[in-house]
């Protein structure tokens, strides 16, 4: 009864080729958030949705977009990933008006 | 802007005994909400615990349970008998009351001995 489910778990990209990340939820939160987390580091938010709408974090690189095109869904695309930024990436859904996020288990990307 | 402090990168307890872990927060906001998150290795970062700014009293569940000193901005987490299973990073993260994006200390990597 996973919650909230990223694929894939582990992902190799070359320096430079696109690559996208996914994550999908069965609780039917309205809101999803996309956060980057290096090694050792604390979880860095990178945009979130609410509902429809995108909200981009102000140092967030161009480099990186992102797509819901339902509820259930959002995806990560990193346009031409550097060295950079390998890391794992957490995908959170939250119900509006509620306390807590609920994460998932994380991407973590290898540039190569 | 928010900031969350966790001074201690590192702390080991021996199983059964007590620990606590410690965070400060800096905002200049009235109404926000403090968590512990628990991450343990390659698995998802799961609510170990929550704090509402406008309640006095401390949170606990279970094992755990908080040290919220609002005036000094402090927010220790009290892990009791600790199990092997707690071994994890830990992190401590403020939401403000305007909207729901999570703040992040940098974390603390818990081991237990056996």
């Known amino acids: 009864d996973a919650m909230v489910i990223q694929n894939p778990r582990y992902q190799v990209t070359q320096f430079g080729k696109p690559v996208t990340l996914s994550c999908s939820q069965t609780?039917?939160?309205?809101?999803m958030y996309w956060y980057q987390q290096k090694s050792s580091q604390a979880p860095k938010l990178l945009f979130h949705?609410?509902?429809?709408?995108?909200?981009n974090e102000a140092d967030t690189p161009d480099n990186f977009q992102s797509r819901r095109p339902n509820t259930s869904f959002c995806f990560l695309d990193i346009r031409s990933p550097g060295l950079g930024d390998a890391a794992m990436y957490l995908c959170?859904?939250?119900?509006?008006?509620?306390?807590?996020?609920?994460f998932g288990p994380g991407t973590r990307l290898t540039v190569t | 802007a928010q900031t969350v402090t966790q001074s201690q990168p590192e702390m080991s307890v021996q199983e059964a005994e007590t620990v606590t872990l410690s965070c400060t927060y800096d905002?200049?906001?009235?109404?926000?909400?403090l968590f512990w998150y628990k991450q343990p290795p390659s698995r998802q970062m799961i609510l170990v615990i929550r704090?509402?700014?406008?309640?006095?009293q401390n949170a606990t569940e279970n094992r755990f349970s908080v040290n919220f000193q609002k005036a000094a901005k402090s927010f220790s987490l009290k892990i009791s008998d600790s199990q092997l299973g707690d071994a994890a990073m830990y992190f401590c993260?403020?939401?403000?009351?305007?909207?729901?994006?999570?703040?992040f200390g940098k974390g603390i990597t818990l081991s237990v001995r056996p």
């Open positions: 959170a859904t939250a119900m509006s008006g509620f306390y807590e996020q609920y």
């Open positions: 609780l039917n939160h309205n809101v």
């Open positions: 949705y609410y509902d429809k709408d995108f909200n």
């Open positions: 905002t200049s906001e009235s109404d926000y909400y």
């Open positions: 704090q509402e700014a406008y309640k006095q």
């Open positions: 993260a403020y939401r403000s009351g305007a909207n729901s994006k999570l703040t």
